[in-house]
Each structure stands twice: as C-alpha cells, then as structure tokens.
C-alpha cells in the first residue's frame, strides 16, 4: 500500500492530490491548444471545489496563479491574468519598522502628543484656540476613562503646556464643556416608566389578573329550592 508520506510533497495541500494528478498530466501535453483546453478544465474543478468563493473579486485570477504554482510555472501557455514572477513566492517580507519614541502620558497615547506638537505651530488666533480646545476636551476623555476621580481642568491644561514644552499658550478663560453621559441608560429607564411595558411586565400582569380571577367566589346552580 502507497502511503501519502512516502509521495511527493503537494504544493498546494487543500486542492488534494487529484487535482495536482491532473496537473502534471497538463504540463505533460506537448500539443499547445490541448495544453491550454486542459488547463481551463482544471480551472473549472478548481473553482467548484470552492463555489462559496466565486463572487469575491479576482477569484478567478488567483486561481491561475495557483495553477501556475501547482505547475512549477511549466504550463507555457496563454493566461487571461498575469501570472506572478517565481522570484516574489520565495521573497521574504521586508521588516515592519517599529517605533522606538517614548510616550511620555501612556494614558493620552502619541496622537495627542502629535495634536499638541501641530497645535505648537500654528499662528495664535481663534483657529488654535479652538485646536487646544479639542485636545483638552480628548484628553479629558482620556483621564475620565482610567481615572473616575476627575482632578479637574487645571489637570489637563498643565499635562498639556508639559507635553508642548512650554511652548503651548493656553487661554485662562478656556473651559472645557462637561462630558456628555451615553443617552442608552436614560432612554431605557424612560420607556420602563412610560406607559409602555415591556414583555416580561405584560406577562406579570396577566398572571396577576388569573389569579384574581381565580380568587372570585364560585357562583352554585341558582334552581335551588325555595
């Protein structure tokens, strides 16, 4: 008995092994157009293998480049798509650069700090006020999230003048506005109080109203004797 483990290695493991068959068997074909009728054959089995996936774009484009690549690029024929270059299958990912600058406030993350450094070059005039405004009011955010006990806007306007080194001139008549609380908390209690009920009070009621009903005095034959 043959054993999977002593055969070759599949290129492509999730067409299986027939349809690799079948490919060799196209890079065998000497004739050119028998070559090509073979080939789009094996495109159509292909395809069917994985129907959920013939809407999606460019479905039948990677099917060629598999193709190609099950082929060892042998085909040597005419493709509706280009076909990759052997060089990119073995081209290793260029490195991802990481970054090495120090947030000085992790809790205001680095956008805030860039906000700031642009805020920094700006000319002074109402369009930077309203800059610093929404920078405190994001930080403020910020603070709130991982600290319930707000120590203010004093707080934010000195993190921020640290954060400019200084440079940032910040207005003493600034506020920042409140923040607002999310509506879904009091919407959800207003339609509770409402005259609205919900499914679970509609059907407290109903049993209320059976088992008063239940409670009512029987009523005997009114044919008694008198």
């Known amino acids: 008995m043959e054993y999977n483990s002593t055969r070759k290695k599949l290129l492509l493991p999730e067409y299986g092994r027939h349809i690799q068959k079948m490919v060799n068997h196209c890079v065998s074909i000497e004739d050119v157009e028998e070559r090509t009728k073979c080939a789009h054959s094996i495109i159509g089995n292909m395809g069917n293998m994985f129907p959920h996936l013939r809407d999606v774009n460019d479905f039948k484009h990677k099917l060629w480049d598999h193709l190609a690549i099950m082929s060892d690029f042998k085909l040597n024929i005419e493709t509706p798509f280009p076909l990759p270059a052997v060089e990119t299958l073995n081209e290793r990912p ?31 005039g109402e369009h930077k006020q309203h ?27 000195e993190d921020m003048r640290k954060l400019s080194g200084g440079k940032l001139e910040i207005s003493p008549d600034l506020k920042i506005p409140e923040q607002r609380e999310h509506t879904n908390r009091s919407n959800s209690n207003r339609t509770n109080k409402g005259p609205h009920q919900s499914h679970g009070q509609r059907n407290n009621n109903n049993r209320n109203n059976n088992n008063n009903n239940n409670k009512r005095p029987f009523k005997g034959n009114d044919n008694r004797k008198k």
Do not use: C
């Open 131 to 157: 800059l610093i405004l929404l920078i405190a009011n994001n930080m403020k955010k910020s603070l709130l999230l991982w600290n319930k006990d707000f120590p203010g806007d004093a707080r934010v306007f």
């Open 94 to 124: 260029k490195k991802m650069p990481y970054n090495t600058q120090r947030i000085r406030y992790k809790h205001y993350g680095r956008t805030i700090e860039q906000m700031i450094d642009k805020a920094v070059q700006m000319e002074d």
